[in-house]
């Protein structure tokens, strides 16, 4: 903290403030005595570029994971633009909807089965996604029969994450209070890893992905059921 006051000549009162902003957008994350990047820059891409990207893939994970969705099921949709895809599928369904994702409100907000929950917290704009503790304290009253996770990377070893450390801690409670859990990413996902850890083959049930891919066997291998969307 002190080498940021010399650093910008600004006061602590003032370094503290700012730090405290950039947390809740999702830039930063407080540490004692100052704060560290919460995500990778160099390799962010914006929600809207993502929704072009792969979209048949995308498209046909979607259709798989209706599947495993019934009528009057409680589940919980992530952020990310295969979740919003997959979201689209569910209109005409009677369900509870938990989301931190505000495209996602927007899609299922007005359908006249679905009773649609926000766990709020602080807006993440290249997301589009609510995070903090505020989202992370709204999901601890709650019971999830399946939740639908987005994932930036996934290791032949299991090991999920995304670009973000605080959306990331977000996903990883969303696990713990949901009963079956299932993460969605395209194939092209595989055999990568990203900046913040999410989830460990332990905390997987089922992986949805447009094809397989044969080091996806590992995974099978760890517990984690692969389904492929796939022609």
Request: glycine share 8%.
């Amino acid at each position: 903290m002190q080498e940021l006051t010399q650093r910008l000549k600004v006061s602590e009162v003032t370094i503290r403030k700012d730090l405290t902003l950039l947390e809740e957008m999702g830039n930063v994350v407080r540490t004692r005595g100052g704060a560290q990047l919460a995500e990778d820059r160099a390799q962010l891409r914006g929600i809207q570029v993502r929704k072009e990207e792969n979209l048949a893939e995308k498209e046909r994970i979607a259709a798989k994971a209706r599947e495993l969705v019934n009528e009057d099921d409680t589940i919980y949709v992530d952020s990310g633009s295969t979740c919003m895809l997959f979201a689209r599928r569910l209109l005409d369904m009677n369900l509870r909807i938990v989301t931190n994702s505000l495209d996602i409100m927007n899609v299922v907000a007005d359908a006249p089965g679905i009773s649609l929950i926000s766990v709020g917290g602080s807006y993440r704009k290249e997301a589009g996604s609510f995070i903090g503790p505020m989202a992370i304290e709204a999901l601890k009253g709650l019971r999830i029969q399946t939740c639908f996770i987005g994932a930036t990377a996934l290791s032949a070893a299991g090991v999920f994450s995304s670009q973000n450390i605080i959306e990331a801690e977000l996903k990883s409670r969303v696990l713990k209070s949901s009963k079956r859990r299932v993460v969605l990413a395209d194939a092209g996902k595989f055999g990568r890893d990203a900046f913040a850890v999410f989830a460990r083959p332990e905390d997987v049930d089922i992986l949805i992905t447009d094809r397989w891919i044969e080091g996806m066997r590992d995974l099978t291998v760890l517990g984690i059921e692969v389904l492929a969307a796939g022609a």
